[in-house]
């Protein structure tokens, strides 16, 4: 099968060049604009330690099994899968983890370049001292005044998806490979000099305190689930970037070291971007949870009154594009490196195709901001606000709990042992159960609990319409019933099949 040592894309010239490149895809809009506004949103330190505890119990062990499954199929997700598939002699059913997550990839570029083009038109309005002296009227006001002009948006959202491209045109080796070696060392070192900078001018011990100090009782079933969706979005997780990446590493590597390396420094750059942000907001007397505007209104106000602040407010907004870049490349790699296997067509014209669609799909979002402001896909919620749940909370997380099973359960054991090089047997067993059991019933409860309404469907006169809250707090909650229901399911479901004989090595 597809167990060869090449790819026909390329192969990553070393270990750590993957380590950058995955690195790359994973520290992104995510880090510095979500995980910032999200947390202020759900209060704080407690939603980030369920964010830890999703990274450490179901996003590191998903990441390893992305890995290695790319790199056994050496081809595009989707292609990948049927490999894997018939290499298992398993059911045709799994080849929807390569398709959901070309689709996953497809909606997800159609928002983040969005955004990222509010970061790249930042750079521009910092640099000309747009937020000179500014308050909270200008900078506000010139925020809402972007959001109101699609054309602007379109304009930036274009030159996104055309920076995009340009890299993915020109293949992994001189394409990507080149793009990340320049753009992760800059990152690393522009965030550290606006670490520099919030210690030095914000309010440090607020930041801390908001950030480490855990109040559960803010807890709710939807924090939980935007907790482990957005360690499936920060990590890449759940749509086959990661695969897609993993097929170009070299075989000799170790995925778990590799893997480890990847979501510490993902997880760190997290923790980091709130730090250079919370206090600056704190010490201007700015709200946390001001939602997705935290960045591009609050910092701006901040930038605009300090020393320096035009110079380092653009370094900022540059830092944010480039983060954004190195993501956005690894969104649209998966669906690219299939229509090449697929059409047997050039990677110029697959690339271009590909960013096309994505590019007209991006106009939902864009409009989402001011003509169709009042359309909503899901109830309460804008084309964008939709886009982002819909990927984020379902489709990450359900394509990382098919690959969970598709690896703990589809896969012969002796294959995923190989494909692992491991050294360390102990290790290989911990993350082996991890997969199997911890992390697919974590996601399952977290999953059903966060989807379910709060209402019980008997009584909707208790659900508000708008915001899908129920209207009585204290109602019986069908959410952890029917986590519990599956938790009971899915270990029934183990524990009978694994009466079936045990698959031997030699199988
Ligand atoms: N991990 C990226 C971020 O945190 O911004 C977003 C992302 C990139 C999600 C690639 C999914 C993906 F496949």
Not at 64 to 69: G, H, I
Not at 400 to 410: D, E, K, P, Q, Y
Not at 474 to 492: D, E, F, K, N, W
Request: proline share 4%.
């Amino acid at each position: 099968m597809a167990n060869n040592n090449q790819s026909v894309h390329g192969i990553w010239r070393n270990r750590w060049i993957f380590i950058l490149a995955a690195t790359g895809s994973a520290v992104g809009l995510g880090n510095i604009w979500k995980f910032p506004y999200i947390t202020g949103e759900h209060g704080g330190g407690a939603f980030v330690l369920m964010y830890l505890a999703c990274i450490a119990l179901v996003g590191v062990p998903i990441m390893v099994a992305e890995v290695a499954m790319g790199r056994r199929g050496r081809q595009s997700p989707i292609n990948t899968m049927s490999s894997l598939i018939s290499e298992a002699k398993a059911g045709p059913a799994w080849k929807a983890i390569g398709w959901m997550g070309a689709l996953a990839g497809f909606l997800i570029l159609s928002f983040y370049s969005v955004i990222a083009g509010w970061a790249l038109s930042y750079v521009l309005k910092m640099a000309t001292g747009t937020f000179v002296g500014a308050d909270q009227d200008l900078a506000g006001g010139q925020f809402g005044d972007m959001l109101a002009d699609p054309s602007g948006l379109m304009l930036w959202h274009t030159v996104f998806m055309v920076l995009t491209a340009g890299v993915i045109m020109r293949g992994v080796n001189k394409g990507i490979e080149s793009a990340i070696q320049i753009l992760m060392p800059l990152l690393f070192v522009l965030l550290i000099v606006l670490i520099g900078y919030a210690a030095k001018n914000g309010d440090f011990s607020k930041a801390v305190h908001f950030m480490f100090d855990a109040d559960f009782s803010k807890l709710t079933a939807e924090s939980v689930l935007v907790a482990l969706g957005h360690a499936f979005f920060t990590l890449s997780l759940g749509m086959g970037a990661i695969m897609a990446y993993g097929a170009y590493m070299p075989r000799q590597a170790s995925i778990g070291t590799t893997v480890f390396a990847i979501a510490g420094l993902d997880t760190l750059v997290a923790l980091l971007a709130g730090l250079a942000i919370f206090p600056i907001v704190f010490a201007n007397g700015l709200e946390p949870s001001a939602g997705p505007g935290l960045l591009f209104v609050s910092l701006p106000i901040a930038f605009g009154n300090m020393a320096g602040g035009q110079f380092f407010g653009a370094l900022f907004f540059i830092l944010v594009s480039f983060a954004a870049w190195s993501s956005a490349i690894s969104l649209i790699e998966p669906a690219t490196a299939w229509a090449i296997e697929r059409f047997k067509t050039t990677r110029t014209k697959a690339t271009i195709a590909i960013a096309s669609i994505i590019w007209v799909l991006g106009i939902g979002t864009v409009l989402s901001f001011n003509d169709w402001s009042e359309f909503h896909l899901l109830p309460g919620k804008t084309i964008f606000d939709s886009l982002d749940f819909i990927t984020a909370n379902i489709m990450l997380p359900l394509g990382g709990l098919l690959i969970a099973l598709f690896v703990g359960f589809g896969m012969k054991y002796h294959h995923v042992y190989n494909e692992m090089q491991v050294k360390n047997a102990v290790f290989f067993n911990i993350w082996y159960v991890l997969l199997r059991f911890v992390t697919p019933i974590a996601i399952g409860i977290v999953f059903i609990s966060g989807l379910l309404p709060e209402c019980s469907l008997m009584d909707e006169s208790l659900l508000n319409a708008e915001t899908g809250e129920c209207s009585n707090p204290t109602y019986m909650q069908p959410r952890v019933i029917g986590g519990v229901i599956l938790a009971i399911a899915y270990i029934a479901i183990v524990v009978k099949s694994l009466k079936k004989p045990a698959r031997g090595l030699s199988s």
